[in-house]
């Protein structure tokens, strides 16, 4: 079967740092995606991961431990912007996305 | 914006009708995807094609669902005798080419970029 798993809703305060975990059981693995989704616009794309270890784009990290089944985004400084729903998605065998049902990040003041 | 297209972007319809999405993938993109989504969750793999091919489809597709891909490049998604299940954003993804010689795990060809979406709202 096919398992993503990820917390619901997170809040944040301005300024600060998150992190949003998510595990994964899928028959197949060939890296793993995070996107970001504000309320009625489509996915975009963060960042990926196909090895263990932790990459860094800006204020956007992401790691990966494939023998855990785990990852994680890492957000620092927090601005209100990054309200939104950040996907958690395994790339599989085949070319698709097996998305996590979303975390839902607010960022207060 | 990242490339991709899709129309219309909102569509309401009444139980029983037949309706058609379309989606304009980034140019250079042979692969596309569609996926749907309902609210408070991720997006559902649906299908998807490379090149004119459609490769796999979920057993979400009921025999109501048909996409083609005829000439490669521009896709559409149809839905005979909606039912208020359906009731969903449906997305549409593209990815860059598989490229022979190039590591699999290339982020250049397995980053998939989504179009807006096409609200589906059925009475």
């Known amino acids: 079967g096919q398992n993503i798993d990820q917390p619901t809703e997170m809040t944040a305060t301005e300024g600060a740092i998150v992190q949003i975990n998510c595990t994964y059981q899928t028959s197949g693995f060939n890296g793993l995606f995070w996107y970001q989704q504000h309320a009625g616009e489509a996915p975009t794309f963060l960042s990926y991961?196909?090895?263990?270890g932790l990459e860094e784009k800006g204020r956007f990290s992401s790691f990966l431990s494939r023998s855990k089944g785990y990852s994680y985004l890492l957000l620092k400084e927090l601005q209100m912007k990054d309200s939104a729903s950040y996907l958690c998605a395994v790339y599989n065998q085949g070319g698709k996305l097996i998305f996590g049902q979303g975390t839902e990040l607010s960022v207060k003041p | 914006d990242t490339g991709v297209s899709q129309d219309p972007r909102h569509k309401i319809t009444k139980r029983g009708q037949n309706v058609t999405f379309r989606c304009d993938p980034i140019?250079?993109?042979?692969?596309l995807y569609w996926y749907r989504q309902t609210l408070g969750q991720g997006p559902e793999f649906l299908t998807y094609?490379?090149?004119?091919?459609?490769?796999?489809k979920s057993r979400l597709l009921s025999d109501r669902f048909s996409a083609e891909r005829p000439k490669g490049s521009f896709s559409t998604l149809e839905i005979q005798r909606t039912e208020q299940g359906d009731s969903a954003m449906y997305l549409c993804?593209?990815?860059?080419?598989?490229?022979?010689?190039?590591?699999?795990?290339?982020?250049?060809?397995?980053?998939?970029?989504f179009g807006p979406g096409t609200r589906l709202t059925v009475l």
């Open positions: 993804a593209s990815s860059l080419p598989d490229q022979s010689g190039t590591n699999p795990y290339s982020k250049r060809t397995d980053t998939q970029y």
């Open positions: 140019s250079e993109h042979n692969r």
């Open positions: 991961n196909v090895l263990d």
């Open positions: 094609f490379q090149n004119e091919a459609q490769l796999e």
